[in-house]
């Protein structure tokens, strides 16, 4: 009950104080998308007329309701989905070339950023208040003096050019890592890739090189963006440039063939286990990123300072940063949503329609649920962003290039075949395999393949032992079951 109802419609003196303090407190937030719909709502449950003590019918103009529908629409984008603890960043209108934090200066588990939330009121995830204040706010903040961010991005394929972008559009001196001396050239003299996006103009303020040292000597933050099955060996060739405590934020999905394992174990392995890792995933085609438009992300790492930190630096008007602990459901999600769009373009390769691809990737949702809650992930991560939301996007969405690999298997080319034609990286394909192999190894239970039909099918058909019809016909004639993924595998 309001306190409006409370007093029979007929607001209070405190009432008055307190929705007066709401208001000041929403304007000093626009981006407070929640508090400013519960203050609508409740000056909407306030008879217009109560300055003049007469009730009158509560009327809603058609302008107040789309504004209403305005906030909804921005509320996608900013509630705290308090859940699973994910922080909406608001973007910062000023270039940040600056952040406190304690990554590679201060000491591990400084506590300047959570003080700092402590006085801004921000909510921190467990459900401490606090607010996102940008970059500018940030370097106006008292305490000791910001050290300047130097962003490495390693990769220099189509993503790693996205990322680059973004954290440069940002006003932060950043260096990308390419392997060709034509490359970084191109990049440095025409602000373009020569192949990768080759009609996107790249911020000027984008260098790129081939000298390791100059480029990993003095980042502050790296982030990965270099094709799964490439990590390792990449890893190697560049581990002794990296300085010690220099967090890595990766950006790559799927799972190693060799190792079968995620990211986040072929990082620890190559870069020890003492630096801090965080992971970005969710539905963000390169190209939609690099033209501007509106994507949102998610960070996650188990420091999640580092994801504050991060999401802090890379937030901004088209690029919102949602942040998370749990780093197996970000993966997992990462990895199998490549596998699902592979499906979903056989389905469309097939031509087969709209009520067969939306039950295929409605049940490879279910798959992936099945085995993130099975390796320990939280069921919401695998609803969110870098869960179903990027097999979204990436089942549907044209650009996707596992998704163009699952169609031409559907019009009848072999894997191989497709693979010598392409020149960009499809990371669902060597993740099926992988997938499958993991699955084996780490789930213990009777007929998996009966428990992930969709991920052993498209194995199969990838490695050639079915055809993309043969696994579709399995698929329908499983015997009937229940409709439920929640049970361990
Ligand atoms: N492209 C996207 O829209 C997008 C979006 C989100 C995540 N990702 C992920 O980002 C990662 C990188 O993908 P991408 O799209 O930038 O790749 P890409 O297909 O655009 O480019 C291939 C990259 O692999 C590199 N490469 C090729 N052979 C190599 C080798 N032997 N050693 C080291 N590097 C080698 C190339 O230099 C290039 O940087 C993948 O894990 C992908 O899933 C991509
Ligand atoms: O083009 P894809 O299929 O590698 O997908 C790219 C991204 O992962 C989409 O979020």
Redesign the pocket.
Known sequence: MTMHQQSGGRPTEAGSEAREERRQRSRRDVFDGVETTELLIEERSQPLSHKAGRRRPMTYPASSLRHLAMIAILLLFTIDTSVEAFTFVKPSRSSAVHIRGHHGITKRGDSIRGLECARSGRRIPGGTRRRASGALAMSSRSGPPPFPVRITVM????????LASVVAKRGVPTTLL???DD?ARSINEKHRHPT?MSDIALPRTVRATTNKASALGDATYIIH????Q??R??LRSVAEYIPPNVPVLS????IETSSLGF?ADILRDCLGEDRSYAF???P??????CEGVATAVVIASEDIMLADDLAELMAGEDFAVFTSRDVIGIEVG?AVK?VIAIAAGMCEGLGLGTNALSGLVTRGCGEMRRLGIYLGARPSTISGLSGVG?TFGTCFGP???NRQFGYRLGRGETAEEIRAS??????GVDTSIALVKMIKERCKGYRLDLKYPILFGVAEIIEGNMKPLEGLKGLMNFPTRMENYDERA
């Open positions: 990769g220099g394929g189509n993503f790693g050019l996205a390419v392997r060709s490359v990768y963006a270099v094709p799964v490439y990590t060996q990449f950006a790559s999905k799927g990211m970005l995933s969710g963000s085609f390169a190209r939609e990123i990462g490549n990027d650009l996707s290039r392409m020149t960009e990286v499809a990371e």
